[in-house]
């Protein structure tokens, strides 16, 4: 399978979005992921919260 590849529908739909604004919905789309990703955990050496569970051994 080839990664790079990038079909004529793709091309042309990135090329739609680039000539043409986002409508409001899609702003909020965005605004939404955006403020999704700011609050996740994703922050670099940040300490953990919790110790790895430890199962009984059968």
């Not at 042309?12 to 986002?22: E, G, P, V």
């Not at 996740?40 to 569970?53: A, E, F």
Request: hydrophobic share 25%; no cysteine; proline share 3%.
């Amino acid at each position: 399978m080839n990664k790079a590849f990038v079909s004529k529908i793709d091309e042309f739909m990135q090329q739609f979005d680039n000539q043409n604004s986002k409508s409001n919905s899609q702003e909020k789309e965005i605004e939404k992921h955006k403020t999704i990703f700011k609050h996740r955990d994703h922050k670099i050496n940040q300490k953990k919260s919790s110790s790895p569970v430890k199962w009984p051994k059968d």
